[in-house]
């Protein structure tokens, strides 16, 4: 898709309205069609799952995922809030203007799509209307060769089931043991079978970060850290929808940062089957 | 597979018949309600007759007078404001994720819980006519929404008489976390 921009850039405003339609954009690609490798992924897990209940799991979300392609609807009613991840190449401005254009593009899509508003006021729950609010869109800027604009729609159920430890340094060993008790705790509220964002390093607040972007990672392959993680979380057999089965965990994928020497910061994001997120380029006139 | 059990509301005795892990399909006309939902009947009575009723943890997306989503959300929100709703005589909770003991000492020999596939709204959608709603005031997600089913497909998570799939499988869970602990040390 192509969302032309002038260049040079005379008025910041001018990248406004390409960018509220890439956002738009973006975030309906997002509610309505799964990436390729979670529909690889999920349809791996039907064909490797042995119990009866789980199989008739698979079948109610395998037909979901392919009538929400066919009727061009969102595949969940919980279509979450906005989380956006920027690049930015060096010729554009990042200015107010980018913020309130994605902003405005959420409104659209609230509209247009349609998402459910989601957003609140955290205190009097004070709903927006159009899912934006103080702080939201999330909007994470980083320098790139190009401009693009990822988003990743993060429902409450496997939102609420995440967690965040400030391990022993010396208990490396324990990263895993406390992604498997999230689980164990999570049961079936996140929606299995999950993907799970593990943010290892960093600080205390940026662990999560880390942990959340690693969702945006291809899910179809696993180093033997992640692997072996997953295996132990599919151990515990809490299955889709807590129902038990052979499959608890799709996937585990680790994003990394260096940390203090006395600290390490562990963050488990979990999210649902329905590991959604699109991007769109934002191209040059 | 069992045999599909097919069921319509207003619900009856048949539901005491079910077994956790059954497959049901069921038919007739639920009612959806989320937390705030819950907290305004409580307040101020239910708005319907709930005799032989079904409930459905949902928080739908409306447009045009029409369901575009519907998958469920998490019970377990709901464990101690269900006591009111199985009193006047509701008969089936539908949601996902389970709901705690209480709520299943209250479903013994009155009624089931009814697991739907989280996320698995346009599925839901597709099987749904609109019919109604109350309490709209309190927005999309948390308004009463009566809706016509044609054979939406569920599993009996609860069921009248004590048994519990999610509570097998929570047990089973723990034990296998243990041995997985004891293995590490």
Redesign the interface.
Known sequence: MHFPYPFPVGRTDDIFEPVAKAAELALKEAAINLPPDVKRALEGAAGRESNPVARGEYVNILRNIALAEELQVPLCQDTGVPIFYLTIPPDIPLTTVIYDAISEGVRRATKSVPLRPNVVDPLNRHNTGDNTGVGMPIVHVRPGERFTLTVLPKGAGAENSSRVAMLLPAHVYGIEGFVVETMLHAEGKPCPPVVIGLGIGGTFDHAPALAKEALLLPIDEMNDFEQKICDSVNKIGIGPMGLGGDITALAVKVKTASCHTASLPVAVNVQCWANRHAAVEVKRE | ??RIARLTTPLGDEVLALNA?D?VELSGVVYTARDEAHLRMMKEGIPFDPHGAAFYH????I?SGKI????P??S?RMNTMTGFLLDAGVRALIG???MDQAVRELLRGRGVYL?????????A??RMTLEGVFYEDL???EAVWVIRLDRL?L?V?IDAHGGD??E???A???E??DR??SG?T
């Open positions: 597979m069992k892990g497959p949902c928080g739908p997306v447009s575009i989503a519907a998958g959300t998490t377990a996902k994720g389970g697991a739907f596939t989280g996320g698995a709204a346009v599925l959608a597709s927005g999309m997600a497909p599993v998570g799939l999610f097998t499988v929570r089973s869970a723990n296998a976390y997985y602990r590490k």
